[in-house]
């Protein structure tokens, strides 16, 4: 069930990419994550407010701190992507496969199966072909880097974290923060307004929803029971379900050497998660 879950997590974040395309293009992005963190805050709320005091002060800070970093990696996305190509700053995210179980290793001393390197290896091989890898800015990339490894570093304490807290409060302490660090940034640039239209708010409804509140919720739940290499192997899905719902959906083309990439991304999992391959299957969608 956990790898269930973190599967549907990524293919909800895959299929919110042309959403979200387009509601960008129309209003800002920093005050899009805002305003999407604080619908995913909402509708937390009434579930699980009464239960953050069962928390305490340690587990408060900690769901904050996760929160803080889901807002700092999405900020120094943003600000790389700005100066480098689409391309090289997907490859550059989807370091975070590798920087995981470096920075668990080297902060607790996890041990990282084989089949996980290997899993991780591989897949990130497929992030090469998927992404072209074409040349961008350095400062650029360095940005996106930074940003990868504050989402690996949110993966890895998330680990820590899931096991000791209400995977419910938790979560929702996670989403204020980041509609707080977000709301900051969106208001420092003059951006945070109210929406309007269905492109955007509809956007904001699913991303907000689903692919906010219950998708961290689902990582909070399955990292109790899942470590954080195997969880961001799982997420190397996400470029994989944007390619095939691009396909689906928006018409996209990603030519042979995409495609490519996409099945050594899927068998980079299979290696490490040969459980996987059920999900897989039932997910992606035939014509």
Known sequence: MPIV???????????????????VAIYPLFAFLAVRFAIASAVLAAPAAARVRGLGRRGVAASAVLGVLLAAGYALQTEGLARTTVSGAGFVTGMYVVLTPLIALALFRTRIRLAAWLGTAVAVTGLALLSGVHAGSAAGDLLVLAGAATYALQIVLMERYAPRYDPLPLTLVEMAAAFVGLGVVATALGELRVPRGWTVWGALIVTGVF?????YLFQSWAQRRI?????????????????????????DR??????????????????????????????????
């Open 5 to 23: 879950a973190l599967v549907l997590v990524t293919a909800v974040w895959g299929v919110t990419f042309v959403q979200v395309k387009d509601a």
């Open 211 to 215: 692919a906010s509140a219950l998708a």
């Open 227 to 251: 470590d954080a290499t195997r969880t961001a192997l799982l997420f190397s899905l996400e470029p994989v379900f944007a390619g095939i719902f691009g396909f689906s959906l928006a018409g």
């Open 254 to 287: 990603l030519g042979w050497v995409g495609w490519s990439g996409c099945l050594v991304i899927m068998a980079g999992i299979l290696v490490a998660e040969p459980e996987a391959a059920d999900v897989l299957r039932r997910l992606i969608p035939r014509r």
